[in-house]
Every structure is written in C-alpha cells, then in structure tokens.
C-alpha cells in the first residue's frame, strides 16, 4: 500500500517529466555547451586548488557519483568532499588536468560530456590517465556538474569482458522496456540495481533507495490517463561507455499511443552497472523531447 506522500511524489514526478520534454534550440544548446565548458573549467580550477568549497560552487545538488555499482549521492554540498591530502601522500598528486572533453548530447539546461583526464605528479607527468561521464546541468540558473561515472570509451575492437559486458547490459536494457510494457512493476525491479536515481534536465534527482520507491513502483495507470500511454519503444542504443562492470548507453525511446501514433521522443543516457552478479539499470538522465505532439 503506497502512502499519500509517496503518492504525491508519483504526481510530482509525472509533472516534472512532461515539463521535462519540451523540444529545443540548436542554438540554445551551443549556449549550454560553452557553459558546460566554462564548468568544467571551474571544477578542475578549484579540483588542483584542492579547495573543496570552491569545487561544490562548480557543482549542482543532489549530486550523483557512481563508482563502478557503488552510487553516492551528495545532498547538500557539505555532503560532498575530496580527500586531496591522501591523493598526495598516497599516490603523490599534485595536480590534474581535462585532456579532452567531447559533448555527446546537449539541451538548454542539460549537457552530457564525455571527459579524459590525467593525474599528474610535480613534474607534470601523467601517472593515471582516464575516462569519467559528466552530467552538468543548469538548475536554478546556476550551471554545475550533477553526474559522474567512470568508465572506458568503447574502442575497436572490444575485448572479450567489454563485449559480454554491452551484451548482458542491452538485455538489462530490453528486459526494462518488456517489463514497463507490460506494466510488471514486479518484473521492472528485477531490471535495476539500487539505489536508483534518475535525474531530468532540468536537475531535479529522484533516487530509490528500497524497492518500494515511486521510482520502482510506476503509476501506469496515472500515465495511460494522464497522456494517452500504450506501450514504449527503443529507437537506439549506443554504449559511450564501456567496463567489465559497467555501461554506459546513449539511448533514444518512444511513446506510442493505443492507435499505434507516436506521441513522444527523448534522449536520454542510461547507465548500467553489474551488482554482485546482477545487471541492472542504476542511473537515468532524460533530455528533452526531440519530437512531442
């Protein structure tokens, strides 16, 4: 039995996802690219600063961090902090540097980036060089990194792990949309991994901490009322991201009415994570809608 706050909470977000997909302009999101940018500047300023204040004014809250299928999630910005004296002492950091940001989507108050990055000693030579997925979105008017999750950019050829990884993670993938279909909250737990947080582009989170969280427990019938919803599809499904343990997927679905017309289309990054043997869905960012009558 779900309670009148959770209920609440159900509606709210069933707004939040219509005001979420509105279509956008090109130059509106060349706007928030450049802004992107400038974030990212900020963060790693105040990153090699090792100046944990400066870093949360670079950041929107909640925000998110997934390590491999450990997910954190800062509240407030004094929830979040780096512990830069134990990089110095135990690897011997000194400072790090954005070697090359490539944007993979982009919304007025919504940019996903694809980012490599290298630690570097006093010298300024790299020991650790890497791959992280940023989410920065713009939330009440104030631009800040909401995401991040590492992971290795797919390269060709893959091997064997990255192969069975996409494999086992588009099934996760498939078994979602045949669960909400059908409209099997049931079956639609058994195609995440928790706790679950789904973030909208215009930096409202919502996390599932326990199966009973609206995020898990969908209100199909508020939706079939609400905006005409007979089933979902995927139109694409690409891996930016790959790890034995982890998946990255930018996504493309849509909604169809009961005669068959599609009504919606959106964006979106999904990432999925291999949780003590399980594959699930851990973390969603919805983009605007490309296409909504």
Known sequence: MIDRSVCRLINFLA???VVAITPFSHAASSEAEAAAR???????VAWNQADNVELRKAM???NVTLA??????ANEPEDFSTDFER???QEGWAKSSFDRITVTRSAPEKVHCNVVYSRRKADGSAYRTATVFYVITKKDDHWGMQFRGPGIVPSEPLS????????SA???VQQFFTAFNGADNAALLDTLNLPHAFLLDNGALAAAHDPSGPLVAMDFDGMREREGWHMSSIDSLTPVQVSPGSVSFELVFSR???NGMKYRTVPALWVLTDKEGHWGVQFRSLMPATYSD
């Open 15 to 17: 707004w939040l996802l």
């Open 38 to 44: 400038r974030t990212l500047d900020s963060f790693m």
């Open 60 to 62: 929107n809250f909640p």
């Open 68 to 73: 491999g299928s450990r997910m954190i999630i």
């Open 87 to 89: 990089m110095r002492e």
């Open 160 to 167: 064997a792990d990255q192969r069975q990884a996409v494999v």
């Open 170 to 172: 588009e099934e996760a």
């Open 256 to 258: 169809y009415h009961q």
